[in-house]
């Protein structure tokens, strides 16, 4: 499929393949290749328990299937909501910039509000997040101010948009930057 059309299909095939299958092979994957057994121990455990706890409500299959329904959705979650504060930003080769203004031209935040703050667990403070990465997610809105204030003082872009804007940044990026890949593969 032709990059160029990615922000079509991209949603039908990057979320639903991500976590459902993508981070399972990759986790089964890296547990053999580092020998964590006791990561592979966590990993049997766990789907030991829940098919013993939904296996008879719904047999083996359902309960897969409720698994993998379950991992579905959080995939599409997943998805918008880390890609909406990382697609939009400018992306290009590295310039000589300082840390602090590196994660400001990356990085861009989505507005505050109760149901914004719930669904995006707090991640839609995502300037604060990457210049505190260590922070609890709860208090990265306390400190949002502050470095707003801090931006403004040294004359810094600090970007923030509404939810829905920010979704639609992911598909117009997807889109140019599939633009470009066509330019630079067929005319380039």
Known sequence: MPYNFQHSYFFFLGPPLLLPIYFHVEN????????DYVDLLMTVTF??????LYGPYYGGWGAFG??????FLESHWFTWVTQMSHLPMR?????????FSLQLATTCNVDSSPFNDWFTGHLNFQI????????????????????KSLCKKHNLPYRCSPLFTAFGDIVRMLKKSGEIWYD?????
């Open 28 to 35: 089964i994957f890296f547990v053999f290749k580092r020998r």
């Open 47 to 52: 789907f030991y328990k829940f098919f013993w």
């Open 66 to 71: 409720l698994y993998m329904f379950m991992r």
């Open 91 to 99: 992306v290009e080769k590295e310039k000589e910039e300082d840390w």
């Open 128 to 147: 604060e997040h990457h210049l505190f990465p260590t922070m609890p997610r709860h208090n990265l809105g306390k400190i949002a101010p502050l470095v």
């Open 184 to 188: 630079a593969y067929y005319h380039g």
